[in-house]
């Protein structure tokens, strides 16, 4: 009878993990909550790794969109002589590379953020939408330092934001969205077909001129403006002219049709991942 009873008391329980499908399981909130001191801790480990050994520190927040701007100055402001809407060029693009470096780097790293993680999700189980998503919150430092520059450069210019300046979050939130979503659509197909990690940079740099960064939006013939407007991009780096400097009205065109794509594409990119998810841990 005690044998038995130590059999008993011996046995490891077993959890079944399942996946319900449907509109349910699209985020499970409730789950990534629970996990929700992994997620910082993955947030963190992003900041810490770009910043910790690096001699420069945060300076690279600063490096990269200050260094881009020098150069699109000379080259397209003072050579190509690029439209900048009555403002002087460094500001018109710096303004630009703002939401566009954010962009580009948490594009870069929630694409390949599965593969460089791929210790931890072939050994535990935890919700691995956290992966890609974790660097869209890192990534808001450098933004936060870069957009502390630009305020400093729009003093220096004597150019003050107008009301609209309320709208920045929202301009925020659908660059967050749109960098998620294609980041998981990346990354979930990163992991079965690695072509996707090499070609993605070059994917994000084509990214760059259909954007306007270096010219206004304006430029772009009426007859492709509802093509351009479906890249959430465009919307976001338009709005932040427009409240910030002050070069045109709001883009309710762009950002409309920009907020719909990006939902779309977030969407779409938690469905395709959450669709991926059981494969990961074989392939990675």
């Known amino acids: 009878m005690a044998k038995k009873m130590n059999q008993k008391t011996q046995e490891v329980p077993k959890v079944i993990i399942t996946n319900e499908g449907g509109l349910k399981e699209l985020l499970n909130l409730r789950e990534l909550w629970k996990y929700r001191d992994l997620f910082w801790f993955l947030?963190?480990?992003?900041?810490?790794?770009?910043?910790?050994?690096?001699?420069?520190?945060v300076g690279w927040a600063v490096i990269q969109p200050v260094f881009s701007m020098i150069v699109f100055t000379i080259v397209f402001g003072n050579i190509a002589k690029i439209n900048s809407e009555g403002i002087p060029y460094a500001i018109f693009s710096y303004t630009a590379l703002v939401p566009w470096t954010y962009f580009s780097s948490t594009l870069t790293d929630s694409s390949k953020s599965l593969i460089s993680s791929r210790n931890l999700i072939t050994k535990v189980y935890f919700p691995r939408l956290v992966i890609p998503i974790a660097p869209a919150l890192a990534k808001l430092v450098d933004f936060g330092i870069s957009f502390l520059i630009l305020i400093g450069m729009m003093a220096w210019f004597g150019i003050m934001p107008s009301i609209w300046a309320v709208f920045i979050p929202l301009f925020v939130l659908i660059m967050m969205l749109t960098a998620t979503g294609a980041g998981m659509w990346l990354t979930a197909l990163a992991i079965q077909y690695r072509d996707i990690q090499y070609g993605s940079s070059f994917f994000?740099?084509?990214l760059l001129y259909v954007s306007p960064v270096i010219y206004p939006a304006s430029s772009v013939p009426d007859k492709f403006q509802l093509v351009y407007a479906l890249n959430p991009m465009v919307g976001v780096i338009e709005g932040f002219r427009a409240v910030l400097l002050g070069t045109h009205s709001m883009p309710w065109f762009y950002l409309g049709i920009g907020t719909a794509s990006a939902l779309v594409l977030f969407i779409s990119g938690v469905l395709y991942f959450r669709k991926m998810e059981r494969y990961f841990a074989d392939v990675a």
């Open 43 to 57: 947030v963190k480990r992003d900041i810490k790794t770009r910043y910790a050994q690096s001699v420069i520190g």
């Open 204 to 206: 994000i740099q084509l």
